[in-house]
């Protein structure tokens, strides 16, 4: 399959082990099928152009994990598991225990296929979390704007099946930094419209009370 990922500089030999654990499945390297979208994700400012850089991966000897296939709960419990360490302690503790209802490994695959939580998409799971949204209403809210494919890249084996395909392209901040915006804003008012919020199983009908 031919993937894109959206940097502030050309990677033609991505590295195993490097980023940020912090990200939505943890320490990987992130790519997506879609080029505007890796274009909109090379400039998170309007101040500096980026580059998209594209992939071939062979995935007929990886093992992969497809979230579309997962019950939702999994999804949200490993966003939490990655994501969640800036939330407050009483969102915490409920966020914790969510974790070990739901708990999900990872670690034995090689790609991981999912959701992209982008900062708006992330807000809804922290409204989740914080006793603002009904599980049934966060499922409605990321079905919101164009919420975006992701393919992360975990294992060694994965990252040797990775093959740049030259030239990356440069793209325009003034050009898809805009266009991200307009995404994320969109979201967020489709989300500010969304009824009944609460309305459904909120996060301590799903884990109790302590």
């Known amino acids: 399959m031919i993937l894109y990922h959206g940097s502030d500089k050309i990677i033609k030999k991505p590295e195993f082990g490097k980023g940020s654990k912090f990200n939505d499945y943890g320490l990987g390297f992130y ?11 090379a400039v998170p400012s309007a101040e500096s152009n980026g580059y998209v850089n594209k992939y071939s991966l062979s995935i007929d000897d990886l093992n992969t994990l497809d979230m579309d296939k997962e019950p939702f709960e999994h999804w949200i419990s490993i966003l939490l598991k990655n994501r969640g360490g800036k939330f407050s302690r009483l969102t915490n503790d ?12 990872i670690s034995g695959f ?6 992209r939580a982008d900062d708006s998409y992330f807000q809804f799971v922290r409204d989740f979390c ?27 084996k994965a990252f040797e ?3 740049f395909i030259g030239p990356a392209i440069e ?8 266009l991200r915006v307009e995404r994320d804003d969109a979201a967020r008012q489709a989300y500010a419209d969304l009824p009944d919020k609460r309305h459904g199983k909120l996060i301590d009908d799903i884990v109790g009370r302590e």
């Open 31 to 41: 790519t997506t099928p879609y080029f505007d979208l890796a274009a909109e994700w």
């Open 94 to 105: 409920s966020m914790q225990r969510f974790i070990q209802k739901y708990p999900f490994d």
């Open 110 to 115: 090689d790609v991981i296929k999912g959701w």
């Open 161 to 163: 099946n990775l093959k």
């Open 171 to 178: 793209v325009k901040a003034s050009v898809y930094n805009k």
């Open 130 to 156: 914080s006793y603002g949204l009904s599980l049934e209403k966060l499922s409605v809210a990321m079905s919101l704007g164009e919420f975006g494919t992701q393919y992360c890249i975990i294992s060694l």
